[in-house]
């Protein structure tokens, strides 16, 4: 499937159902009370976050989203149906902002989390709610509400814990292929990789991180050569930069000027991509006897006076990648912080039936009064306190 990272979609609610005028008529009833029903609610948007997607490319096509209409009140007070809700999956990392005034509207970063992208129109009332002492018969209900609509723009930064960074040909792909079961397309040629591929590498039971191989950078993609640093933001989510180094570049060039201008286009990108931990990769290693690759790679990094962490491997040959893998994993393992499963979502991201249940607890004075029909309601439950049983009486 193509990978797209942006789009724009235009969401709206569903209308909220018409409120009903009617009256009861039965036969020996002929003037009986109003009894118009109320529309239904009107569906809402949610936006849902899919682990298992990881590109836009839906929304090139589909555009426009609406949930459903509420259904129109009806005599016998009669309430219509609320309208579904409409759930659009987007790929985590997600990133939604309304397209008119650029705010951000939410961020999905869990999967299953849900942000309301439109709410659905409110429901007319029926004529019952305008009765009163001196108007018996109410011609008067009110119309359903309009759903809200709105034009949304979407960003897509993969979400991953490792990024591949370097030269095209570097081998980031070979990579990429060896630890996981990802199949990139792997060529002899510079930017065979023209969109970023994520991968799961899986070292045992619950022990796995994931892998985005992202297409070469040359010297001067900030300024748009190669295919430019547009893909350098699949990066930015990243905790840890793995960076490529061939060992034995074409044209005989310089690998610590390579190292350097891929660290100065990362620079230019983002200040804070290029201060993310970087180890260095040396891979290809199987071109040349073992003694000129440690000679090399003393002196290159005794060049860049390099303080982080180094790996030697060849990524063809599968040499050095579970030691270079176990080690991302540990790293990872030590330094980020597994989301707490209890952390407070943002407002929005609050899913619709714990918002509603979050309503201000009813107020009485005997704690034993208090409902607990509803396990979410913020209301310390009491134990419903039973009237004492009538003593039983003998029967005759
Ligand atoms: N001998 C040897 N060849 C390798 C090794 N790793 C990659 N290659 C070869 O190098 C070439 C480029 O590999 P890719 O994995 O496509 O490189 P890439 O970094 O993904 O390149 P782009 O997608 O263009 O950025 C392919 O022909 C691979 O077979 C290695 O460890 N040893
Ligand atoms: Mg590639």
């Known amino acids: 499937m193509k990978f797209v990272d942006e789009a724009r979609i235009l969401v709206e609610g569903g209308k909220g159902g018409n409120g009903c005028i009617s009256f009861l008529r039965l036969k020996y009833m002929p003037f009986g009370g109003p009894d118009g029903g109320d529309g239904g609610e009107g569906g809402s948007v949610w936006a849902v976050a899919e682990p298992n997607l990881n590109t836009l490319a839906d929304f090139r096509y589909t555009r426009k989203f609406r949930a459903q209409n509420g259904a129109n009140g009806q005599g016998s007070n009669c309430t219509g149906a609320s309208g579904a809700d409409l759930d659009i999956r987007m790929p985590l990392g997600t990133r939604i902002f309304d397209a008119q005034t650029d705010e951000l509207i939410g961020e999905l970063v869990h999967p299953g989390q849900r942000i309301k992208l439109a709410q659905g129109g ?40 490792v990024g591949l960074l370097g030269l095209p040909n570097a081998g980031k792909s070979t990579l990429l292929a060896a630890v996981s079961a990802a199949r990139p397309k792997i060529a002899d040629y510079p930017f065979t990789t023209l969109y970023p591929q994520p991968g799961v590498v899986a070292l045992g039971v619950a022990r796995s991180f994931t892998m985005v191989d992202i297409p070469g950078l040359i010297e001067g993609a900030a300024q748009g050569a190669g295919l430019g640093i547009r893909f350098l933001k699949h990066l930015q989510r990243t905790r840890l930069l793995l960076h490529l180094v061939d060992v034995l570049p074409p044209d005989g060039a310089d690998i610590v000027a390579n190292i ?116 979410g309601s913020a209301v310390t439950r009491g134990t419903r306190q039973r009237r004492p049983a009538a003593p039983k009486r003998p029967r005759d």
Not at 129 to 158: C, D, I, M, Q
Not at 265 to 279: D, R, V
Not at 311 to 336: K, N, Q
Not at 342 to 350: G, H, I, L, R, Y
């Open 122 to 161: 409110h429901r007319g009332l029926g004529n019952p709610h305008f009765k009163s002492s001196v108007n018996r018969t109410p011609y008067k209900a009110t119309k359903g509400g309009e759903g809200e609509s709105r034009e949304l723009r979407l960003e897509l930064s993969l979400m991953a814990d």
């Open 260 to 375: 350097r201008a891929i660290n100065a286009e990362l620079e230019a990108f983002s200040a804070e991509l290029a201060k993310k931990e970087q180890w260095l990769v040396f891979n290809k290693i199987d071109l040349m006897p073992e003694a000129e690759v440690r000679a090399l790679i003393e002196k290159t990094l005794r060049r860049l006076r390099w303080k982080g962490r180094w790996f030697a491997i060849s990524a063809a040959t599968g040499r050095g990648c579970s030691e270079l893998c176990e080690a991302a994993m540990t790293w990872i393992e030590t330094h980020v912080q597994p989301a707490p499963a209890d952390a407070a979502p943002t407002a929005a991201a609050v899913p619709a039936p714990l918002r509603r249940r979050a309503v201000a607890p009813r107020r009485t004075e005997d704690p034993a009064e208090v409902s607990n029909k509803d396990p």
